[in-house]
Every structure is written in structure tokens, then in C-alpha cells.
């Protein structure tokens, strides 16, 4: 009998399909660990984003750029990790 808890196209999968699965989801899991980490350093940048955008002149502000940048990189590999990631999870 299938297990009704898996999502209807996951329950009749071939042993080859399952690894597939398995590593689309470990690939997921490690874009989210990504973006984790990269949240942390942007929480450590946003201590030096309003000074840096007060006292850089004209457009030289670089910690706005990587705060920027880091910002554009959570939300690429979060966005990316959740797709992944998505349907039921594997129990080790």
C-alpha cells in the first residue's frame, strides 16, 4: 500500500527517481542554508548602511552595495531553495 502522506506523484516512484528527488531536495536545502547565511552577514552590514549612505560622498558607498548585493543573493537562493525543497519531506 502506498503512504497516503507522500503527495499523489511521489508515491509510485522508481528507485532512480527517488535519488533524483533526493538530490533536487539536498540541493534546495543547501541554497537555504546559503541564503541563511547570507542574512547573517546582511544583519552585520546593516550596522554600517545608514553611516555609510550619511557620510560617503557622491555615489562611493560601498557597504550599500553589498548590503544590496547580499539582499539580491537571499532572495535568488531562498526563492530557489523553497522550489527545491518543495513536496514532502525525507525522513533519515
Given amino acids: 500500500m502506498a503512504n497516503s502522506l507522500l503527495p499523489p506523484e ?8 527517488v535519488e533524483a528527488l533526493d538530490k533536487r531536495r539536498d540541493l534546495g536545502h543547501t541554497f537555504l542554508v546559503i541564503a541563511g547565511q ?8 546593516l550596522l554600517w548602511v545608514g553611516q555609510d ?15 544590496a548585493l547580499a539582499i539580491a ?4 537562493f531562498g526563492v530557489a531553495g ?5 513536496g514532502a519531506p525525507r525522513l533519515d
Fill in 10 to 17: 511521489e508515491r509510485n516512484l522508481t528507485p532512480d527517481q
Fill in 38 to 45: 547570507f542574512a547573517v552577514i546582511a544583519t552585520i552590514l
Fill in 73 to 76: 543573493i537571499i532572495v535568488v
Fill in 53 to 67: 549612505l550619511t557620510y560617503s560622498p557622491g555615489w562611493a558607498h560601498p557597504i550599500a552595495f553589498y548590503f
Fill in 82 to 86: 523553497i522550489v527545491l525543497r518543495k
